[in-house]
């Protein structure tokens, strides 16, 4: 008997698309293994080194490769096959969490093994996302991106949910070993749900393939005069240098000010989570939404706010609570930044836009993980996390007068005329 979906909510209809649900299942258990990882390896460092510099290093190496690679990932994903970029990327991951699992199990892994492993997983991450974002795309067209991205965060959310709640709860049970051999076994699996994926083949044909640098040439062009486009890149920067980092020190926090132990520190981590699932199914379930970008910009400001009442929250629950009502505003940030940058180039930029959003991302997490890293070592990580989330919430007011939160977003077909 052939369950049927409704066909009258967008999220169940995109959901009847078969290939869609096996790159979204692929993309969950992804996710809650790369989140389990970071949580695992963060409060590996954080017993071993007692540092909240070192511990801000972790998101540092995690994201240090987006700069240099995110604009050629960009390219390979429009001009290679999709499924093999993400297969060569699983492979990696695999590989790394099998070495650093001998490792731990052996008694050997010291601060630089686990600065190497997220740097591998943060270069996997580089080439994945413009080949997963835009495949989704062109599986489920223009019509129904914003349904099908929304799904997308929601499994997104699911595994950032369960990932360091598990791994908490397997560090209490199990120690690191115990949590990171299930690590391993999640990208196994990973890697084998990726012969269920199908991606539509939308490639050039090679020979009438522009030269690499004329390419980027012509996509940071496109960018620059697109305001819409270039709002939202501003906005990216802005709130990876200054809002999300604070995630990267929520351990500490937990620890330190709460006085938990892993398996509520994990909680804690996951709240944001929480949040993130509940907006992602309120964007799943809109229909026709054109105000993309002041939808964009109010997610941010959300997830700014909260972040200063987090580190003065006394109470455990509250800041559990406080950080769930920030996920809702990473949700509404994460799922129109998406559906800006891909509905506003045309197909053949596309996978070179969530590259060059890729690239911003890079750019600004890194900055600000240091600077929160290095004040909240001299002074605290409240005071640290305050002063740049009241920053952030300064730098957004330019934004907030661009056409990103006047100009209804609007796709554009045609692609810009070569030199």
Known sequence: MHFRRPTNVPAFTVLQNRDFRAIWYMGGLHEMARRMELFVLSLLILETTDSLFNLG????????????????????????????????????????????????????????HVFLAVFMQGLTKALDDPSRRTAILDIVGERRIVNALSLDQISNTVGKMSGPLLGGVLLEATGFTGAYFLVLAMNLVTLALLTRVRIPNYQRVAGQMEPIWRSLSTSLRYAFKNPVLLGMLYVTIVMNA?????????????RDQLLVGPTLIGLLVSAEGVGQFIGAGIMGATRNLQRHGRV??????????????????PWYVMAFVVLTIGGIGQAAFGTMQSSITMLSAPRELRGRMVGLMSFCIGVGTPLGTLEIGAVATAFSAPWAISVNALAGLLLLLPAALTPLVWRPTVQLEPAPAQD
């Open 242 to 254: 200054l809002a999300f980092p604070v995630q990267q020190f929520i351990p500490a926090i937990g």
């Open 296 to 313: 964009f910009m109010i997610g941010s400001t959300l997830v700014l706010l909260m972040s200063i009442v987090f580190v003065w929250s």
């Open 57 to 112: 290093l972790v998101l540092v190496f995690n994201n240090l490769p987006r700069p240099f690679l995110s604009l050629f990932a960009g390219l390979v994903a429009d001009r290679f096959s999709r499924l093999r970029i993400l297969a060569v990327a699983q492979t990696i991951n695999t590989l790394v969490a099998a070495v650093i699992l001998l490792l731990i199990i052996t008694g050997s892994v010291v601060p630089w």
